[in-house]
């Protein structure tokens, strides 16, 4: 044991080893084991206790017993939870220690009657070994609740004679002991503000997929390609991800920055997101026109009508003209219905004829700007032309139809050429990655969460400089992003929610994804990572429906 004026040396020395030593788990080895060594014991456990009040083993080592022995010893601690642990009849010296905040101090542990000690003759008789003597010591926070447990094992004197904690070494190993309550304390602050931010984050992504029920999963299931795609890119190591690898905080950083990656479209208006169709804002407007489209149709029946009156022609002839009349009708709006879906890619013939049907007019009799609210009154400059009936075209750009940056203008939209987004919707939706950025960087990340702005705001570039919102190029983009940037198409192609897109096929969404690497868009090397590591198909069991995934050969895919 450790006389009076050594301790004085080594705890000085302690001191100045801990005040250079940041790993918490290296600093808790450094001071347990020179805890150990005041009292010349044969063994020493820790145990860290949470802010849930759930113990766990951290630490252990015992003298003559190898690696493999001790990581098969410390199968015996199981995780305690406080609050079980606190119903049992018969508890554990540690299980005592932490419940009571007390030391525990015993010559001969198998004489003690209220102390469990199953666990130690189970140790005992695996490894020959012998416990008498133990030393319990509780660490304890600021507000004194107990974060952390030390129990030493067999006090020995110079002789190797295993014998009591002596008081003055008893007080020496508690005096070390408490050299850890700060660190421990810190550490359970970061877990806890780790886990306050995590939980916010996650709130906000589930806030923002609820706020659309067709993207329902988006931001909960990026970070799930993320992860898969990053562990593949470690292990790759060939070409430019040979010397890849990412530290703790660079896998958090990653973790972060996929949750956060589309936070901005928090500020994206829901008929955007959701906009199943070209006319589609809060509702889908293709009705409004189908019921001119039912005006025109009653207009031409009332002229059949009187003109069998007048008797203009005779009855057969006037019944061909009107069922002529009505197949172009019904031929017309079944083509304009057809527009609004955005399935399939719109030409300049199609738009020709869009533009020719949208000439048809009617005749409006009612007063357009009765029941409007006054922000839609107050939007419409010249109201005259609204208030008398009027003569009205089949398709509609009216004034009325702007509304800031946003056109909802009929015929605009329905002149979409692919899919159902207008020119000023998708400069609307692509906003929200720079209020991603923006709401970011307003948030005091600490120093280690520093790259979360770049993978997160990144996500959209493209590695040929084209992507958007700074046109970055491959090289100036962290593998990191690159990473997200492809788990979101992955997530975008693959989902089976979309309103705007039927679910497609695995091998249709990596044909595209395919495409998508050879004009650019993605990183080949990950993109390679991608299918030669099967990244696709661990996702797709477990996220896709089984009529997705299809029989395909993945090299192909390259």
């Known amino acids: 044991m450790a006389k009076k004026e050594e ?9 100045d080893k801990v005040n250079n030593i940041n790993d918490i788990d290296v600093l808790t080895k450094e001071i347990i084991l020179q805890a150990r060594s005041l009292a010349n014991a044969q ?8 802010a849930n009040k759930v113990m766990q083993l951290k630490y252990m080592d015992f003298k003559g017993l190898t690696d493999v022995q001790i990581r098969r010893v410390a199968s015996l601690f199981e995780t305690v939870l406080l609050s079980d642990a606190n119903n049992k009849v018969l508890k554990s010296s540690f299980e005592l220690c932490a419940l009571n905040n007390q030391i525990i101090n015993t010559d001969n542990v198998y004489a003690e009657k209220n102390v469990d000690t199953s666990h130690i003759a189970k140790f005992d008789e695996e490894n020959n070994f012998a416990t008498v003597s133990v030393l319990t010591v ?12 030390a129990e030493f094992i067999n006090s020995q004197d110079d002789n190797g004679k295993t014998i009591n904690f002596i008081p003055e070494v008893r007080n020496n190993i508690i005096s ?7 660190p421990l304390e810190n550490k359970n602050l970061r877990r806890s503000y780790s886990q306050l931010l995590e939980s916010f984050i996650e709130i906000w992504a589930k806030a923002i997929d609820t706020k659309s029920h067709y993207t329902g999963e988006h931001c909960q299931r990026v970070p799930i390609i993320v992860k898969m795609l990053a562990s593949a890119a470690v292990e790759d190591q060939k070409s430019s991800l040979k010397n890849f690898s990412m530290s703790d905080d660079d896998w958090y950083s990653l973790h972060i920055a996929s949750w956060l990656h589309d936070c901005g479209k928090i500020t994206t208006p829901e008929y955007i997101v959701d906009k199943a169709t070209k006319l589609e804002t809060v509702t889908n407007r293709i009705h409004e026109i189908r019921t001119r489209f039912e005006i025109l149709r009653r207009d031409a029946h009332i002229a059949y009508l009187q003109k069998r009156l007048a008797n203009i022609d005779s009855k057969e002839n006037l019944q061909a003209e009107f069922v002529t009349e009505v197949k172009k009708l019904e031929d017309d709006f079944a083509f304009v219905a057809s527009c609004n879906i955005g399935d399939d890619p719109i030409g300049e013939e199609e738009i020709k004829r869009l533009e020719q049907i949208g000439k048809k007019s009617f005749v409006r009799y009612f007063n357009r700007m009765l029941g409007l609210s006054w922000a839609e009154k107050n939007a419409i400059e010249n109201s005259e032309p609204y208030t008398h009936p009027a003569e009205e075209t089949l398709l509609q750009d009216r004034p009325d139809h702007i509304d800031g ?40 990340l600490p120093k280690e969460l520093s790259s979360v702005i770049e993978i997160a705001g990144c996500h959209h570039e493209w590695v040929n400089g084209q992507g958007y919102p700074h046109g970055l190029t491959g090289d100036q983009m962290s593998i990191q992003a690159k990473i997200v940037a492809i788990a979101d198409v992955f997530e975008a192609l693959t989902a089976r929610d979309r309103p705007y897109k039927k679910p497609k096929k695995l091998s249709e969404v990596l044909q595209i994804m395919q495409e998508m690497k050879n004009i650019g868009h993605l990183d080949p090397d990950l993109y390679r990572v991608f299918i030669e590591k099967g990244v696709y198909m661990d996702y797709a069991k477990q996220y896709m429906e089984k009529e997705q995934i299809d029989n395909f050969n993945p090299m192909e895919m390259l």
């Open 7 to 15: 301790f004085s040396k080594e705890c000085i020395e302690l001191i």
């Open 43 to 50: 063994g020493c456990v820790f145990f860290e206790v949470d």
């Open 138 to 149: 509780p660490i304890s926070g600021s507000n004194g609740s107990v974060i952390g447990v």
């Open 176 to 182: 070390v002991c408490k050299m850890l309550s700060c």
């Open 405 to 444: 940056l946003n056109n909802k203008g009929e015929l605009y939209n329905l002149k979409v050429k692919q899919g159902t987004i207008n020119f000023e919707e998708r400069k609307k939706i692509n906003e929200h990655i720079e209020v991603t950025i923006d709401m970011l960087k307003a948030i005091p």
